[in-house]
């Protein structure tokens, strides 16, 4: 190839920077709007809920109950037998997040009743257990067909 | 390869230089590249085309709209009004890829053939006489 | 005298308005006398809420009468009582019985009760209606359709030539040529860039669909997925369609990502003209309207669970973008779009009754030329992508997905975008498309679907919405997709439906249209056309505005009540409760339910189908005109046919104030 030959591809190469330059560029932006995908993953910065809070989304059960679920992903609608565990005397902080019909989160032997939450608003409730021992959290709001069914415990810890 | 045929070559010589190397002026940046740049970019359009085993017949028409393409860029010109003038620079490119076609499937793709090809069309085109050995 | 009448007649549709509302104006005085709220009793009414619905279904109650509702609640869910117009949202707790009023209804008409607490998935279609007695709102609509009908009827037996309603079809406007904004929009059309910049939103929008339709809340309303699909997004695309043609499909992202990856190229003109693609041939008798439509009609047959069901809305785009990627890169061009993608039966079936549409400049001059770039494809633009096949030629909208690369393309500058009056292509199409019954059954799906939905989500048939939903009342996402599974019973009550949306839309109405349509051609005398192929079919043309029309006024039913769910997902799309998100970052902009002038809606929705039934009947008489070539077989046919979309609209008018 001659010099006139190289200069040309040069200056070609140098032309097609800029147009391969905004395909890059929209390869990059195309991949950050496909990354809104992992919208739910950015819960942790979007919930209301602050960092020394439990968060309870509550929602009702199609077979047998309600029950706590709190995203991310991978979790199933599964009868939860968890509990929430709390420590006597400690102030305890509980944001709680209507699910998909109003519900309520009542713990009779400790006088809590959050009162219905509509399904998308939030509530947060502060008690503080002074007394040990086991309790039921019910919900107080008839939410399903199944709705009797006692899902979570409270276990306050000495 | 054989060289396009003098007929083609004398019409397509004619408008191209009344389409467009009527337009470049007389200015010093007026070299014998840029007079040969759309010709040239359809060439090596052709030759990629053939290489890469696309159908003849529309990127020879492809390779008609591409020279009209880098004439109406080279004259400064997004567009044309004139229906004529897209007419015959397309023909005309599209009737010298055409030859230029045939020729690469005669050679089979023999490119240093090829080139000295384009370059003796271009040289006919522009009816610079070349030095024989 | 002559140029007076053209004014008044072209003021027509407004006429038609204002001689509806002046009409149910003076149905607001009421002519008997009103009991007095002192001397009347006060008359309990007892009504009970379930899922999804109020029973009774209908209640009647006198102007000026003193009532108390009586609500007994659900045994399973809390609900809400709102009834159109009044300023109050009451919850009903379950297992207890509220009372709401005393209250007085001053205005005779159709009130709608509305549930204003999250129930479940259909939710926002929980409705019963409150006649107030003497109804005469419901005569004076039916009056109106009737003097509407009456009306454009003597208007064409005028004989206007090439007109709608009064505007000339003659007349349009070259978009991007109008002084000022036309050369940036042209400038706008012709940037490589614009396509990408006017998908990319659409992409960030489609897959916060994806993730709120598997993993967000299982309820439809606090779900984008379903929120701001089902009713934004339904209802910008009708009224894009009127407006803007099929700028849906410009901004579409479900087959982009196939067509950036066979393009290998995002942005601009690939050099090389290999696709990655098989780019195999799409198979000719395959090539039309009907898998689109079917498509179209299969989704209606699991509406109620489509529009009210996350993982169902979900999944469905998940399929279609899977599909558009799959099909482009075995046919390369718009196949997807053309034979899969169901919204394109719609919107290209009615893009023929918009105001917008892209058309060559000057026929002649791509009649000059050779080469055809916008066809062949360019240094400067693809070859068309929809395979219209030739994007110099149109004269109908109904396979042009305005991508605009022909725009591009065209190195004589002749493409471009033209407003004019709706139905000008119409009547061109309709005597050339004898043997299209793929937009004939378009046309009479979309029609009759528009009147059905509007029935069925906002009328207060509880049967008909639970046989589509198959009793099953929870929402759902990918976690708990497995309650819809139906049960024996549950299956039997979807086949009602499935029979009763399939039979309307694929045999009833057709049969119906077609005994009018040989109504129609006994009355012109037109005894050597074959009634199936010559006047069945391009009739059926003229569902292309009417059917728009419908939908234009069931949609702006949807976002008027249920405006707020659209708005509020998109700071809390997933329904956990969030205050902003990632589109809009910004706290305390979540709105409310609180829907708009609801009791105002049956009088904004009928001028909207009066609209479309005067256009219809316009529509009817120019297809007419050029199928018998004379005047007054086209007013008689014409005049036939009138009775039908008539009754269509006292049809329509029963549902939303009868």
Known sequence: MNKMAMKNNLKNLINKVPENLWELASLVLLLVGVGFVFVPLMDGIFTPAEADMITIHLYQHESGGWSFEAPPLGQSMEHDEGSIILKKGELAKIFLIGGDVVHSFVIPELNINSGPISPGKTKIIEFTPDESGTFSIYCGVVCSPEHHFLVYKLVVME | ?133 | MKKNKKVVLATLPLAIIIILFVFTQFSVISIFPSVSAQDSEVRVIDVRAFQFGWEPEIIHIDTGEQVIFRIEGDKVVAHGFYIDGKDFYVYIPPLETVDVGPMVFDTPGKLKIRCSETCGPLHPFMVADIIIEPNFPYYTFLLSALAVGAVTVVYVQRGPKNKMLGVSLDKEVDLLRVRGIGPILKKALQWRGIHFALIWPNVVIFMIVLASGFFGNPTGNLNFSVGVVWILWLTAVEYMILFAGRTWCTLCPLPAFGEWIARRRIYGVHKLRKPFSLDKKFPKSLNNMWGSALGFLGISLVVPWLVTRPWVSGLLFLALIILGVVFTLVYTRRYFCRVICPANSYIGYHANASFYAVRSVDKSTCDKHIEKECMRGGPKGYACPWVTPYPGGLTESTWCGQCYECVKSCPLDNMSVKYRMIGKDIANMAVLAKRRFGMAWVGFIRFNLGIFYELVFFGSFWALKDWGNMGIIFGVNLFNFGVLSPTTSAFQMWLVWAVIVAGVSLVAYPAVFFVFTSLAKMAAGAKNLSTKNDVFVPFSYALAPYGLFIWLAFTLNLILVNWAYPLSRFSDPMGWGWESSPIIPVEGLKASWNPLAPELLPYILMPIVLIGLALAINSTYNIAVKLFGDQRMAFRSTAVMAILHTGMALFFAWIIIG
């Not at chain 2, 467009?20 to 200015?27: F, H, I, P, R, V």
């Not at chain 2, 400064?76 to 690469?104: C, P, Y």
């Open chain 2, 1 to 133: 390869m054989s060289l396009i045929d003098s007929t083609l070559l004398q019409s397509s010589r004619e408008e191209l230089k009344k389409y467009y190397w009527s337009k470049l002026g007389k200015g010093s940046d007026v070299t014998k590249d840029s007079k040969l740049k759309p010709f040239s970019e359809m060439t090596d359009y052709v030759y990629k085309a053939w290489k890469a085993g696309l159908d003849k017949k529309s990127e020879t028409h492809y390779a008609g709209a591409l020279l009209f393409d880098f004439i109406l860029q080279c004259t400064g010109r997004r567009f044309t009004s004139d229906v004529v003038e897209a007419n015959a620079i397309t023909e005309i490119g599209r009737k010298m890829a055409d030859h230029m076609w045939n020729q690469l499937d005669a050679s089979n793709g023999d490119f240093s053939a090829y080139k000295s090809l384009v370059s003796e069309t271009a040289d006919s085109l522009l009816e610079t006489k070349k030095v024989k050995k």
